[in-house]
Each structure stands twice: as C-alpha cells, then as structure tokens.
C-alpha cells in the first residue's frame, strides 16, 4: 500500500480552512490573534516548499511559474497583516470599536479569505477561479462591514453589489470559455481546465475567446479596481479595519489581475482573436488619470490611498496591455512592489488612525514630530509608493513608462502625465501629515514596527539589487505571458 | 435533437426573456416580487427540460434548488419585508417606462446581434439560450440601473443570475454548474438577510440607523 503523496498545495489549503475552523471557538483575543499568525507562518512555509518541489498538475489545481510567485506573496503579506492586525485589534478592543465576539469572526473570516485567495491562485480550473474570487470576496465584504457604523454598511453594501454585478459578468464570460473550448476538447471538466484550455488555445472558437474576454475583463476588472467600476473599493479601504485594507489593496487587487492574465494568455495564444492590449491598456491608462485627480480632492487618508491602488491597478494593467516581454516584466515587478510598499502603508496608517483617534488629513499633523519613527516610516512609504528612488517601485515604474515609449510614445507620455500627476497629490498631502506643527493626540503608539520595516526593506532592496535568479524567473514568466 | 425537444427549450428561454421585459415596467414592489417569482419558476422549468434533454440527472438538483429557494422561499421572505418595513404601496419612480422599453428592446436585439454572430459554429439549441440567456442579463443589469429601492435592485440582480444559469445550462455538459447554483442562492441569502437585518431601504444612501442600534439593543 503506498502512502498518499504530500501535496504542499493542499497541505496550504487545508492550514487555512483548519484555522478559519479552529479560530471559531477560541474565546481569548489573544490566542485568536496568536493561532491566526501561527497558520499564516505554516502557510507560508508550505508556499515557500512549492519552490522546492511542486505537486503535479491535476485538472483542479496546479502549481506553475506564474502563481508560485504569487503564492509566496500571498503567503507572506497574510503573515505581516496577521503580526500587524494582533496589535490593531488590541486598542480596537480598548476603545470599544469591536466587540470580542466579532473579532472572533473577524479572525474567522481572515482565514476565509486567505483560503479563497490561495485557492484562486492555484486553481486550474476556470470555474474553481471564479468560486474562489467570490468567496474572497465575500469574507472581506464581512470584515469591510464588520463595525457596523453607517458608514461602515454603506461601504459593505456598494462593495457587495458592485462585487455581485461583477462576479456575475466574470460567470457569463467563463461560461463563454467553456462554450468555446467544448467542441475542441470535448464535455466535462476537461474543457474548463486551464492547461487543457492554453493548450488546445489555438483551436478554439475565436469569436467566442473575444466576446468572453470582454465579459470578463468588465468583471474580473470590477475586482481588480479599474476605473469606472471602481466606486466599491475607496469606500471599502476606508471603512473596514484596517488590516482588511492592506490585504484589500496588497492581496486581492493582485489576485483578481492574476485571474485576467490567465485569461489573457489563453486568449493570446489564439492567432485568430483580437489583440486584448488596446482594451487593457484604455481601462488602465483611463484608471491611472482618473485616479491621480481624484487624490487632489481626498479628505480621508486611507481613502486617498485607496486611490493611489487605483492609480497602480491602473498602471500595472497598462503594462500587461502594452505586453511584449519587457512590459510584463515591469507589470508583474510593480505588481510585487506595489503590493509590499502598500500594505506596509496601510500598516503605518493604521497606528496613526489609532493613535490620533481620526482618519481626517486635516486633522493629522506633523507625524514626524509627535511620533517620529511612525511618521519617518509613513514618510518613507509613501516616498516609495509615490515612484521615486531608491526604493523598488521607481525601479518598475521606469520600467512601464521606457518599455512604452519604444512602442507607443503618445500613451507613454499619458501615463508618465497620470504618474506626475499623482506624485504631486501624494507629496501636497505628505507635507501637511508629516511635517509641520504636530496637532491631535501625542499618545505613544504601541505599533509592532517589524512588518512595516520588512515590507520597506524589500522594496528598497529591490531598487538596488535584484538577484539573478529573481529576474531570471520574472523574465521567463513575462515571456510565458506572451 | 428531435425539434418538439428544441422547441421547447426555446420557448422557455424567450419566455424567460419576456417576463424579464415585466419586471421592467412594474413600478410597485409586490407586483414585481411576483414577477421575479414566475421568472425562477420558467427558469426551474427550462432546467428541468434540458436535464431531460441532456439526460443530465443532476441539473434536476439545479431545478429543484430553482424552484424551493428562488421561486417559493425568497420571494415569500421579500414580500414579508416589504409588508414590514411599509414599502408596498410606495410606487417607485424609475426613468420612465417607455424609454426603459425601449433600451430593454435596444439591449436585447445588440445580444442577439451580438451572440448569433459570434456562436456561428455551435449547435442551434447553444446559439439561441446563449443569446437569449445575454439578453436576460442585460435586461437584469437594465432593471439594476434604474432602481433605487434595495429590494428591487436584489431582484434585478437575482434576474440576472437567473439569465447566468440558463446560459450554463445550455452550455452542453458545463460541470460545477449545480455548485455554482448553490453558491449563488448562499449569495442571494445573504444579502436578503443583510438587507432585512439592516433596513437597507435604498441603494447605498439611506440606512435606518435608529433601527439598527435597537437591533444590537444598544442606543447610542
């Protein structure tokens, strides 16, 4: 009798699905909170062993290139937002803003989500992808909602039914796919297997991969945040706590992308299909302009970061839509440093919310003077975040804006005008948080620094030194991305 | 395919695509619940035939599921909730019936327009639910625009779920279809729930606070 084999990836699942179960009946916050950061770390080790060795692929999950970078950043953003998130809800309990058991829910949920994003990642099959996207969603839909202020249903409310109009228009276009993979590949699973679907891409109906494309561009894109269906996602960041916000913005976004470039390379692999850059590359440049005036008019500061994830989801579509080997290489660089610098955001903008009792810019001054290592680190995000040297985003910024002057200097000129545009946001309302004489409450923060720092130091790494292995991977997969 | 058996199927899906054009004229609530239900119940009954077609003995789950949860228990629970929080006789002002009309006739013919062109090699039967079940999706999404009521948005949205398991079910043999069904009706249920637990009375401006601080039986 042989043993079943050990498959890292349903070890990965099943960590996740476990705690969410576990941390339903443990009644101290701080064994919740202590039993939440223990499964991410497992997951993470069983991400981290994918690079060692991956499970064959079968028609439900697989593990390749592409996703196993994901995976580990996944992974390893849900352990810092975990470490971040224990010493968020203790001043959250203090205050009153939540209630024991609904941080037992909280909890619950947050291991919820990180199954559905896991699954979305390493799901081979074109229906798994859109059950796991909306059971992600689902979970941060109850976290976003979880406070229960008006503002807080309000927000919970849109994201649902934007979410739920989106979800249903991805359904029509991967019903579409089916459709057009089954007279190629025959009845049944097989034909909504994506290997299966890549592979036998060139004869599949065409008409029918463009048609399908569009539904789900519209409907995955609703997800990822693009301009116009993105009204659900500021409201979102803003109200719900704010750990949500920095796996909203550094996690989800990314993985509800990472579903459409699937997609794309099924289409792309088809000679006869319209070429899908010019749609990717209209919504994103159209997310990024919009989203750079938009900062101008934010009064609220995790609503104007929400924004500044706009303006990047916009950014890094831009680049997969220009294509070519260099611009996904660039899309999928800024991804990973977008989704490092803005998290490590949120984490500092969190203890600043707490610690001055306000989300109001207005009423947040001279950080660097009341809390200095708060503010220097909030400063150094938002420095990074904002395009500029020598942190890692300058670096695949660059990238974006010189691979799409060689090909299309006239909508390179547009997203070099939307990154300036944003950079002098970001910087106006910097000056006034940061810098200046500090007003509100100079409390001491009990903030736990070290996901921000590791956060930080990757990024700025990255901007000096890329290792060889790393962008021999970026490289192979940009060119799988075709 | 005998053509008594296309027929049919036929039948049910354009019926489903007129009662979606009911839904757009109804301007009171109870009305339209009922239309909603009739809509889930043609919908059961299509399931219902191409499982017998198919000879698909588990999209029999999906018709049933059709006809208990989206035809019978959620509109008896909508009706319930109008009564309670004494929307019945408020007669919603959308845009005006007769341009409605005529987007919803604009819609449908751009799908079969749309969806007859793009489908040329698959089989009749496929071609015309597909383009059908688009035009019962854009007819949901239609009804969702011009509402402001919560109710009649979560009927708009369940319309347009309803055109999205017609769509999979004309799909010769789409697997997890039944479990996309069930995650659907969890979806629909939560939302009803959200709205009766928090009086959501309209798209996304108005919650009666008061009424919820008396449910968490705290007043501030």
């Known amino acids: ?248 913005s550094g996690l989800l976004l990314n993985v509800a992308l990472y579903a459409l470039l699937r997609f794309k390379m099924i289409v792309a692999a088809n000679p006869d299909t319209i070429d899908v850059g010019p749609l990717m590359i209209t919504l994103g440049l159209g997310s990024l302009i919009f989203a750079a005036f938009m900062l101008y008019r934010r009064r609220d500061i995790k609503r104007m970061f929400a924004y500044s994830s706009i303006e990047h989801m916009g950014i890094i579509t831009f680049a997969f839509g220009m294509g070519g080997p260099l611009g996904n290489f660039a899309g999928l660089l800024q991804m990973t440093m977008h989704s490092l610098t803005k998290s490590a955001i949120f984490f500092s903008v969190g203890h600043v919310a707490q610690v001055k009792g306000t989300q109001k810019i207005a009423d947040i001054r001279g950080l660097t003077s009341s809390h200095p290592l708060l503010g220097w680190t909030l400063v150094a995000g938002v420095v990074a975040i904002s395009g500029l040297p020598p942190f890692g985003v300058f670096m695949s910024e660059f990238l974006v804006l010189t691979s799409a002057f060689a090909r299309a200097p006239a909508l390179a000129v547009l997203a070099a005008f939307g990154l300036l545009l944003a950079f002098g946001a970001l910087f106006l309302r910097l000056a006034s948080i940061a810098f200046g004489e500090p007003t509100g409450a100079a409390a001491t923060v009990r903030a736990s620094y070290w996901p921000i720092f590791a956060h930080l130091s990757f990024v700025l790494i990255a901007g000096f030194y890329m290792p060889g292995a790393m962008t021999a991977w970026f490289q192979n997969v940009a060119s799988l991305l075709k | 395919m005998s053509p008594l058996a296309f027929d049919i199927a036929h039948m049910f899906a354009g019926a489903l695509v007129l009662v979606s054009f009911m839904m757009l004229y109804q301007d009171r609530l109870l009305p339209l619940i009922n239309v909603l239900s009739l809509h889930s119940l043609l919908l059961a009954l299509s399931v219902a035939w191409q499982a017998h077609i198919q000879e698909k003995p588990d999209l029999y789950v999906t018709a049933m599921i059709t006809l208990g949860f989206k035809s019978i228990i959620i509109p008896m629970a909508l009706r319930r909730m109008v009564v309670r929080m004494g929307l019945h006789r408020e007669i919603e002002v959308a845009v005006g019936t007769g341009l409605t009309m005529l987007l919803g006739i604009g819609l449908v013919a751009l799908s079969m327009d749309l969806m007859l062109r793009v489908t040329a090699a698959a089989s009749a039967l496929v071609r015309e639910d597909v383009a059908l079940s688009l035009s019962v999706v854009l007819l949901g999404l239609l009804i969702m625009v011009t509402r402001r009521n919560a109710v009649s948005q979560v009927i708009g949205f369940m319309s347009i779920e309803n055109g999205l398991i017609l769509a999979g079910t004309g799909a010769r043999g789409m697997p997890l279809i039944v479990e996309i069904s069930i995650a659907f009706s969890i979806l629909i249920a939560f939302i009803v729930i959200g709205i009766f637990l928090f009086r959501i009375r309209e798209r996304f401006d108005t919650v009666d606070l008061q009424a919820l601080d008396q449910f968490r039986g705290e007043r501030r």
């Not at chain 1, 939540?98 to 559905?116: A, D, E, K, W």
């Not at chain 1, 229906?127 to 979880?146: K, N, P």
């Not at chain 1, 991967?174 to 459709?179: M, N, S």
């Not at chain 1, 409907?219 to 500021?234: D, I, R, S």
């Open chain 1, 1 to 248: 009798m042989s043993m079943p084999t050990f498959n890292p990836i349903i070890a990965l699942l099943l960590t996740s699905l476990v705690a969410a179960a576990a941390l339903a009946f443990v009644r101290d916050y701080r064994w919740s909170a202590r039993l939440n950061i223990l499964a991410s770390f497992v997951v993470l080790l069983f991400a981290l062993l994918l690079f060692h060795s991956r499970p064959p692929v079968n028609d439900l999950l697989l593990a390749d290139d592409l996703n196993v970078v994901f995976i580990a950043l996944n992974a390893f953003v849900g352990l810092t937002t975990s470490i971040f998130s224990a010493s968020y809800i203790g001043h959250e309990l203090e205050t009153g803003r939540l209630t024991p058991g609904y941080l037992r829910f909280y909890h619950v949920m947050f291991q919820l989500m990180m199954f559905g994003m896991d699954l979305a990642l390493t799901a081979n099959n074109i229906g798994l992808i859109w059950v796991a996207i909306e059971l992600a969603t689902l979970s941060t839909i109850m976290m976003v909602g979880i406070y229960r202020t008006h503002e807080a249903l309000e927000a919970a409310w849109k994201y649902f039914i934007l979410g739920s109009v989106g979800i249903a228009l991805a359904l029509f276009g991967t019903i579409l796919v089916y459709l057009a993979a089954v007279s190629t590949i025959g009845e049944g699973m097989g034909a909504m297997a994506w290997t299966n679907l890549l592979q036998h891409a060139a004869m599949l109906d065409p008409s029918l991969l463009n048609i399908a494309f569009v539904f789900l561009l519209l409907g995955y894109g609703t997800k990822v945040g693009l301009a116009p269906m993105h009204a659900w996602l500021p409201d979102a960041h803003a109200e719900g706590p704010t750990p949500v916000s920095a796996v909203l």
